[in-house]
């Protein structure tokens, strides 16, 4: 059975920063790319980054409201993704989930999430 | 990025059909993939795919979801409608990052 299962969340304030991470189990995680998406209450989710695996050299990619702020990294000795905010604003507040791709860019697994508030 | 519209709400009786739509800004479709996928999220949960690339279904979810569609118009089919079906519903694209979602409709009861 997947699992994915983030921690890390909390409260943070403006300009602070916070590493979130997501364990894996249940497949071969180091044969995925795996993606960090958030929601904010009451919206769509917003896709936020994603890592390719070893045999695609790792390579990530970001969308450009968390460009240069945010870092996704994984550890696929442990089974773990990771995410890195920095800079953290108030529009940052949501949950965070992480996700397993499927082949065609889908998302067939999700985590339960975890909430981050940045709030002073 | 490629936006996805949906309407924010659609209200079904049970036992009946309810179609779902999602329209893209432009073409999600490359060659015959056709890079739409569809999402249940219910209160206080995570989404969980339903349809990926259009009108395959994912594992375990029941025949009674269906999916359609070419090019910016794509469907979601619930036929029929039960109580546990009660939810919002989004589009996804991966034909381009980022990959972007629509707005979501809330499925309703009539």
């Known amino acids: 059975e997947v699992k994915l299962l983030e921690s890390g969340g909390g409260l943070v304030q403006p300009g602070g920063s916070l590493r979130l991470s997501c364990a894996a189990s249940g497949f071969t995680f180091a044969d995925f790319y795996m993606s960090w998406i958030r929601q904010s209450p009451g919206k769509a989710p917003e896709w936020l980054s994603f890592?390719?695996?070893?045999?695609?050299?790792?390579?990530?990619e970001y969308n450009p409201s968390v460009k240069g702020r945010f870092t996704i990294s994984r550890d696929d000795t442990q089974n773990v993704l990771y995410l890195q905010m920095n800079t953290l604003r108030a529009e940052d507040t949501a949950i965070y989930y992480c996700a397993k791709h499927g082949s065609s860019g889908y998302f067939d697994y999700w985590g339960q999430g975890v909430m981050v508030t940045v709030s002073s | 990025d490629i936006v996805l519209t949906q309407s924010p709400a659609l209200a079904v009786s049970l036992g009946q059909r309810a179609t779902i739509s999602c329209r893209a800004s432009?073409?999600?479709?490359?060659?015959?993939?056709?890079?739409m996928h569809w999402y249940q999220q219910k209160p206080g949960q995570q989404p969980k795919l339903l349809i990926y690339?259009?009108?395959n279904l994912a594992s375990g979810i029941p025949a009674r979801f269906s999916g359609s569609g070419s090019g910016t118009d794509f469907t979601l089919t619930i036929n029929p409608v039960q109580a546990d079906d009660i939810a919002t519903y989004y589009c996804q694209q991966s034909r381009e990052s980022p990959p972007t979602f629509g707005g979501g409709t809330k499925l309703e009861l009539k």
């Open positions: 890592i390719r695996n070893k045999a695609n050299s790792y390579t990530t």
């Open positions: 432009q073409s999600v479709s490359i060659s015959r993939y056709n890079l």
């Open positions: 690339r259009a009108s």
